[in-house]
C-alpha cells in the first residue's frame, strides 16, 4: 500500500521558471517530511524538510509548503537550473523509535537550458 | 560525500547465489537502515538496526538477512538470489534514531 503519492512523475521546466512536485500522505503517524534529490548513479541526498507544525519552510531556491489538514506537502525549485536536472523524492518519517522512511514514487525533473 | 560507505559499488552474480553487502555509517552514527531501490518499487525499506539491536523491519524477504556489530558497520545478507532481487541497495545512517538519515552511494546487484 502506497502511503506517500508523488506528482508529476516527470517535469520539464525552462531555465529560471519554477518547479513544483506534489505530494499527499495518509498516514497521520508521520511527523517528519524530508525530501531527497538523486542523480544517476548516487544515493539520495537530503535536500530539505519540514515537521507539521510548521507551513512553510525555505532554504535558498528551495522551499517546502506544507497543509496539515489536506496531508499535502509541495517542494519548489525558484529559478530552476540544469544542474537542478535530477530525481526527487518525497519522503515521510513517522514518530517513534522505528524510523523507516516511506518514500515517493519520484519525480524526473529536467530544466531545460 | 555523506559519510556513508558501501561496498562493493558493483556486484554480479547468478540465481540461487548468496551475497553480502556491507556499508559503514557516518561517524557517530548509530543507527543503520537498508533500503531497495528498484524500477517497478522504487525506495522500499527493508530494516533498522540501532547501537547492534534490530529496530524496524519492512518489506524484507525472508531470504534476506542483516546485522550490525559492535563497531556499527552494517552487513546485508541475500541469498537464494532471484532475478527480481536485481537492483541498487542503500544504506543510511542517522545519529541515535534522529530524523536526518544520509545515505550511501549504494550498491549495485544484478542477478543473471
Known amino acids: 500500500q502506497q502511503q506517500v503519492k508523488q506528482s508529476p512523475q516527470s517535469l520539464i521546466v525552462q531555465k529560471g521558471g519554477i518547479s513544483i512536485i506534489n505530494c499527499a500522505y495518509e498516514?497521520?503517524?508521520?511527523?517528519?517530511f524530508p525530501w531527497y534529490q538523486q542523480f544517476p548513479g548516487k544515493g539520495p541526498a537530503l535536500l530539505i524538510a519540514i515537521r507539521p507544525d510548521v507551513s512553510e519552510k525555505k532554504e535558498g531556491r528551495f522551499t517546502i509548503s506544507f497543509n496539515k489538514s489536506a496531508k499535502q506537502f509541495s517542494l519548489h525549485i525558484m529559478d530552476s537550473q540544469p544542474g537542478d536536472s535530477a530525481t526527487y523524492f518525497c519522503a515521510a518519517l513517522p514518530r517513534g523509535s522505528a524510523r523507516q522512511l516511506t518514500f515517493g514514487s519520484g519525480t524526473q525533473l529536467t530544466v531545460l537550458p | 560525500d555523506s559519510g556513508v560507505t558501501q561496498t562493493p559499488k558493483h556486484l554480479i552474480t547468478a540465481t540461487g547465489q548468496r551475497v553480502t553487502l556491507r556499508c559503514s555509517p557516518r561517524s557517530g552514527d548509530l543507527s543503520v537502515y537498508w533500503y531497495q531501490q528498484s524500477l517497478d518499487q522504487g525506495l522500499q525499506f527493508l530494516i533498522q538496526?540501532?547501537?547492534?539491536?534490530?529496530?524496524a523491519k519492512g518489506n524484507i524477504l525472508e531470504r534476506f538477512s542483516a546485522q550490525q556489530f559492535p563497531d556499527l558497520h552494517s552487513e546485508l545478507n541475500l541469498s537464494s538470489l532471484e532475478l527480481g532481487d536485481s537492483a541498487l541497495y542503500f544504506c543510511a545512517s542517522s545519529y541515535r534514531g534522529g530524523n536526518e538519515q544520509f545515505f550511501g552511494p549504494g550498491t549495485r546487484l544484478t542477478v543473471l
Open positions: 538496526y540501532y547501537n547492534g539491536e534490530e529496530r
Open positions: 498516514n497521520t503517524a508521520f511527523d517528519y
